[in-house]
């Protein structure tokens, strides 16, 4: 990539960390002067000044073609989106388990004022985000697919993998070191620590997208089907259309037994990543890094 400074790579992600915390000072300032703000609209002031803004601005600082470097002017390839389709619905009942697994994680005893900490956060999260997901109507369904969905897929995408992961990448770091390492930081940022692993691993799998295809279309597209989904389902269960925890509890064996089908999940998802990989190194004619 075309550098517009020889900056160090501790430089530049220093720089991309302040403004990205700028940009969440500047938007909870703005939030709370503003009376009777909704919620969806507060998640999309976060989602432009906390990581948009902030993920252009440090790209335009270090890269003259920031867009370019960010790999967001290549269109993703219809291919790309078949496995981000395929890898959702087979990777299901193994995440079930993952979720479930870190959600009944305990911490030692030593440790029990910080797991009580953790908790309560862990609640709040959860009972936002079930004030959230309380949609009946088509009217509220669109914004929310729009916000919960596109928006954060969009914008959480083009600041931790566009910008941090691409940035990584310009250096002598190993590529998976930098993929697993903006994973953990991705995870990490959303402070919920029974929920870290799961997100964890999405945020791998959005890495090795992003590695895989260089088009930041793809991971933007598997995050924001990812959430929309969610956002989807809330929806016809609240309509009473889909049963309760429906989706969530696949790949969970009633009796407490092995989960073989989990088991399966997460063969048949490494086998998609597998070939995916490889399809993508053995192409005659790959597509060259952003120059």
Not at 251 to 257: F, Q
Request: net charge positive; glycine share 6%.
């Amino acid at each position: 990539m075309e550098r517009k400074t020889n900056w160090k790579l501790g430089t530049r992600l220093l720089i991309l960390l302040c403004l990205m915390g700028a940009g969440l000072i500047v938007g909870a300032v703005g939030c709370a002067l503003v009376v009777n703000m909704g919620m969806l609209t507060m998640l999309t002031v976060q989602d432009v000044l906390a990581f948009i803004v902030p993920a252009v601005a440090a790209m335009a600082l270090f890269y003259r073609r920031p867009l370019h470097a960010m790999c967001m002017d290549r269109a993703p390839e219809w291919k790309a989106l078949l496995v981000v389709v395929a890898f959702y619905i087979l990777s299901m009942p193994a995440m079930n388990w993952l979720v479930t697994a870190n959600e009944a994680m305990t911490l030692p005893s030593w440790m029990s004022g910080i797991e009580q900490m953790m908790r309560t956060l862990e609640d709040s999260a959860a009972d936002a985000t079930e004030k959230l997901l309380d949609i009946n109507t088509v009217g509220q369904l669109i914004p929310c697919v729009f916000v919960v969905g596109l928006m954060a897929g969009l914008s959480e995408e083009m600041l931790f993998r566009g910008a941090m992961q691409r940035t990584m990448q310009d250096s002598r770091l190993n590529k998976h070191t930098v993929v697993w390492f903006v994973a953990i930081i991705f995870s990490a940022f959303h402070m919920q620590f029974f929920g870290f692993f799961p997100r964890m691993i999405l945020g791998v799998w959005l890495g090795y997208l992003l590695l895989w295809t260089r088009s930041l279309w793809v991971p933007i597209i598997a995050h924001t089907l990812n959430n929309s989904t969610v956002v989807m389902f809330s929806y016809l269960t609240n309509k009473g259309v889909v049963p309760e925890g429906f989706g969530d509890n696949l790949g969970l064996p009633a009796d407490g037994g092995i989960p073989w089908l989990a088991i399966a999940s997460l063969v048949a998802s490494l086998a998609l990543a597998i070939w995916t990989a490889r399809y993508y190194k053995r192409r005659q004619s790959p597509p060259p890094l952003p120059v």
